[in-house]
Nanobody, 122 residues
Framework: QLELVESGGGLVQPGGSLRLSCAASGYRLDYYPIGWFRQAPGKEREGVSCISSSGGSTNYEDSVKGRFTISRDNAKNRVYLQMTSLKPEDAGVYYC???????????????WGPGTQVFVSS
């Protein structure tokens, strides 16, 4: 079974940047479209961005368009989420998962990683 692990979270000031990484063990990641999702305390998990298996197609939730960039390096078996101009409302636990169809719907995603925490605060 594909196992995903996120890294790169931490504390950043508003306006700052972070790069999250999603790594796979045991399987080639380039077979799968991968999505990034997040969950803030007391809120439902939501889709943030997705990238197709080839990297040729991406999808973004409206609130992150122009600020977040998803990319993948299939040679390194990783998917990245570059986050810039971070806002307090971007804080939460960020997860990567297989997102069939790149629909940004948590209910249809699979093989969730354990998540990485992002704090945005001054």
């Amino acid at each position: 079974q594909l196992e995903l692990v996120e890294s790169g979270g931490g504390l950043v000031q508003p306006g700052g940047s972070l790069r999250l990484s999603c790594a796979a063990s045991g399987y080639r990641l380039d077979y799968y479209p991968i999505g990034w999702f997040r969950q803030a305390p007391g809120k439902e998990r939501e889709g943030v961005s997705c990238i197709s298996s080839s990297g040729g197609s991406t999808n973004y939730e409206d609130s992150v368009k122009g600020r977040f960039t998803i990319s993948r390096d299939n040679a390194k078996n990783r998917v990245y989420l570059q986050m810039t101009s971070l806002k307090p409302e971007d804080a939460g636990v960020y997860y990567c998962a297989i997102d069939w169809g790149c629909e940004l719907q948590p209910s249809t995603a699979a093989s969730w990683g354990p998540g990485t925490q992002v704090f945005v605060s001054s």
